[in-house]
């Protein structure tokens, strides 16, 4: 992480089974300094080999954590509060009073988080649908929840860290 005070949430994916969602998520952690966990069989290789191949060149600058077993994760962190996303949640993720350090736990694409693990915790967060289909993609549904974590947490102008690193596509163009 960097040395500035910010730091987004702490994400936790468990079992991802999606290679390009984790990708997505992974990029997004890296832009927000949030720590990315994930916890169970993921559906892909982690290995070094199979980032480079898969192009992610935020990789070496995500603040990265594998365990095997979400319990063992639990473990470590069981001080703080875990938030259980699901669609079945108690409370909409869009008026949820995050804290600091709150640690925001998604379920893979297929199937969610378990029911026996969202039973063993108190604090549960939906996002709102409006029409009619059956779930958000992953990676979107991270990113809508952690930027709404930085807002509540930090405030609407929290992080302008992108004004660091110019557009690079067209940079030649617009020289001239």
Same mark, same amino acid.
């Given at each position: 992480?960097?040395?500035?005070?910010?730091?987004?949430?702490?994400?936790?994916?468990?079992?991802?089974?999606?290679?390009?969602?984790?990708?997505?998520?992974?990029?997004?952690?890296?832009?927000?300094?949030?720590?990315?966990?994930?916890?169970?069989?993921?559906?892909?290789?982690?290995?070094?080999?199979?980032?480079?191949?898969?192009?992610?060149?935020?990789?070496?600058?995500?603040?990265?954590?594998? &365990?095997?077993?979400?319990?063992?994760?639990?473990?470590?962190?069981? *001080?703080? =509060?875990? !938030?259980?996303?699901?669609?079945?949640? @108690?409370?909409?993720?869009?008026?949820?009073?995050?804290?600091?350090?709150?640690?925001?736990?998604?379920?893979?694409?297929?199937?969610?988080?378990?029911?026996?693990?969202?039973? &063993?915790?108190?604090?549960?967060?939906?996002?709102?649908?409006?029409? *009619?289909? =059956?779930? !958000?993609?992953?990676?979107?549904?991270? @990113?809508?929840?952690?930027?709404?974590?930085?807002?509540?947490?930090?405030?609407?102008?929290?992080?302008?860290?992108?004004?660091?690193?110019?557009?690079?596509?067209?940079?030649? &163009?617009?020289?001239?």
């Amino acid at each position: 992480m960097s040395s500035n005070t910010f730091s987004g949430p702490t994400i936790v994916l468990h079992r991802p089974q999606i290679p390009q969602n984790t990708g997505n998520i992974s990029r997004l952690c890296v832009a927000l300094d949030a720590p990315l966990v994930i916890t169970g069989r993921p559906g892909f290789r982690l290995d070094e080999a199979a980032v480079r191949r898969a192009g992610l060149d935020h990789w070496p600058h995500l603040n990265f954590t594998y &365990r095997t077993s979400f319990t063992k994760f639990w473990r470590e962190n069981q *001080s703080r =509060r875990f !938030l259980m996303v699901t669609k079945v949640g @108690a409370s909409s993720a869009l008026d949820y009073d995050y804290r600091k350090d709150d640690i925001i736990v998604f379920g893979n694409e297929t199937m969610g988080l378990p029911p026996t693990m969202l039973r &063993r915790f108190k604090h549960s967060i939906y996002l709102p649908m409006c029409g *009619s289909v =059956r779930s !958000l993609n992953l990676s979107n549904a991270v @990113a809508v929840i952690a930027y709404e974590f930085v807002r509540t947490v930090y405030g609407s102008a929290a992080c302008h860290l992108a004004q660091q690193y110019p557009r690079t596509y067209y940079r030649e &163009r617009l020289r001239g």
